[in-house]
């Protein structure tokens, strides 16, 4: 059974950092794509960040490009995103997601490209 759990979201204030972490089980970590999301109320759920397998490549979206930085850990089985000079624009449920293989540069961002998700953890900035 695939597990993936998000942790590190928080309250912040702008201009702070925060740094996600999710853990995953279940899966062969690193035959998968993982990605980032974020979803805030009333909006649909937004690609933000995607690796590839291996670590070799990354793509982000604009909004965060230059600010979040997303990583893995084989051995810890651990995808991370690192978010620096947050702000309340941030403010979203934030999920993990993994789709087996190599990521597309021009599907990624949609949710239904990929397989398994983490159940969210909340990041809030405050202005």
């Known amino acids: 059974q695939v597990q993936m759990v998000e942790s590190g979201g928080g309250l912040v204030q702008t201009g702070g950092s925060l740094r996600l972490s999710c853990t995953v089980s279940?899966?062969?970590?690193?035959?998968?794509?993982m990605a980032w999301f974020r979803q805030a109320p009333g909006k649909e759920r937004e690609g933000i960040s995607v690796?590839?397998?291996?670590?070799?490549?990354?793509d982000s979206s604009d909004s965060v490009k230059g600010r979040f930085t997303i990583s893995r850990d084989k051995a810890k089985n651990t995808l991370f995103l690192q978010m620096n000079n947050l702000k309340p624009d941030d403010t979203a449920m934030y999920y993990c997601?993994?789709?087996?293989?190599?990521?597309?540069?021009?599907?990624?961002?949609?949710?239904?490209?990929?397989?398994?998700w983490g159940q969210g953890t909340q990041v809030t900035v405050s202005s």
């Open positions: 997601a993994a789709r087996a293989g190599a990521y597309q540069s021009n599907s990624w961002r949609y949710p239904q490209y990929f397989s398994y």
């Open positions: 690796i590839s397998r291996g670590a070799i490549a990354t």
């Open positions: 279940g899966l062969t970590f690193d035959d998968y794509a």
